[in-house]
């Protein structure tokens, strides 16, 4: 599994260095551009990066999430999840071809692409839907225990892959005096303190599960309560400022920077308990169980919360770009969880049998 997962990091590194067709690298090259050490990837097949699969694994999740017992009972009639696969697909292709439509446009009005190349917008959509497509078969490549699907070990690569680069700025940076060096004892101390944090949710509610009967003694924990409650979260509330932000305007402009950072925080951290009990209401338990099982769900929503605060305050006061964020930590940690767990068979709560030792190379 682990292999895989460096092969797959290779690619993914690799198709971050392939421009988009009809981009000009001579005006590329140009110092206005090559100055940017991001800038190839911005401009390359993989620019739109995980957004479309995330996407659509969202609006999954949260189907889950609100009519459960419905697919659940859907399920159970028909055993048949390729047509919810299949949907997952299609929203992921066409916010793909949606978002590869706007980039064409902002590169189009640029040097980067030649006045008399036509076609641009056709080969940037082709472009970006196929690398779509790609990403979705290499998420079904890397899928790890406990995780419903291989989106979080491919949200590790793009944070794994800019590290040495982050450390590199990090300590130069500080060598030039533009940090203080605390920053690294302060930064240090909140990545283990995160890191902790994660390991103590993910081995009480496993703890929880087995002690509630939720899940046998050869399956792993369903753990995407362990990650989707505060990403959930924090993008239900940019979909509701983004929402005020359409209809008035002229509020949401005169709250921008810090009150506003402070609101969406305060509106993730309201709805990340109720989506963890979301998550608490699927899972059938023996009886006498719930109450333990509630209380460590009191205690993940708890830390979820405690995590995307001091995430949020340390970017904020920190200037170091060594921190992965809030929800960088959890994906890293649950991941490395997960390839712990590489030799088991089957995992709880997924609709077919986890990648096994056998198969995994």
């Known amino acids: 599994m682990i292999i895989t997962f460096a092969l797959i990091g290779i690619v993914y590194a690799l198709g971050l260095h392939i421009p988009l067709p009809g981009i000009d690298l001579e005006a590329f090259a140009s110092p206005k551009y090559s100055v940017d050490s991001d800038m190839l990837s911005r401009i ?29 009972q859907k399920d159970e009639q028909d055993r048949n999840t390729v047509l919810g696969a299949a949907i997952v697909i299609v929203i992921a292709l066409a916010v793909a071809a949606m978002q590869a439509y706007a980039i064409s446009g902002g590169l189009g009005a640029t040097p980067l692409v030649a006045d008399n ?30 995780l419903r699907d291989g989106l979080w070990p491919l949200y590790s690569l793009p944070i794994l892959l800019s590290l040495p680069n982050n450390v590199i700025a990090s300590v130069e940076m500080t060598r030039t005096g533009a940090v203080p060096s605390t920053q690294w ?12 944090a994660v390991v103590v949710t993910a081995f009480l509610w496993r703890s929880a599960c087995h002690e509630a009967g939720t899940i046998a003694e ?7 309560i362990l990650i989707w409650p505060p ?22 402009a005169a709250v921008q920077g ?4 402070i609101i969406a925080l305060a509106m993730a951290s309201i709805l990340i308990p109720l989506i963890v009990f ?20 009191s205690i993940i929503a708890f830390i979820q919360i405690l995590l995307l605060v001091s995430g949020a305050l340390v970017s904020a006061f920190i200037q170091l770009p060594l921190s992965p964020g809030s ?19 089957e995992v709880e709560g997924s609709s077919e049998p986890h990648v096994s030792a056998q198969t995994a190379s």
């Open 44 to 72: 390359s097949i993989l620019a739109l990066g995980l957004t479309p699969l995330f996407a659509a694994l969202g609006l999954a999740e949260i189907a889950r999430l609100i009519a459960f017992s419905w697919l659940k």
């Open 117 to 146: 190349m036509t076609g641009f917008t056709m080969l940037t959509i082709a472009s970006c839907v196929g690398a779509t497509a790609f990403t979705i078969f290499l998420s079904d490549r890397i899928r790890i225990a406990g």
């Open 185 to 196: 004892l302060i930064v240090a101390v909140y990545l283990v303190l995160s890191v902790a």
């Open 218 to 224: 050869e399956t792993i924990d369903p753990r995407e």
């Open 231 to 252: 990403v959930l979260a924090i993008t239900a509330a940019g979909y509701v400022l983004a929402f005020f932000a359409f209809i008035a305007p002229n509020v949401i």
């Open 258 to 261: 810090l009150p506003l950072q």
């Open 278 to 297: 979301a998550y608490i209401r699927r899972l059938e338990v023996k009886n006498g169980a719930n109450i333990r099982l509630i209380a460590i769900a």
């Open 327 to 345: 929800i960088g930590i959890i994906v890293l940690t649950i991941t490395a969880l997960g390839f712990r767990n590489w030799d088991t068979v």
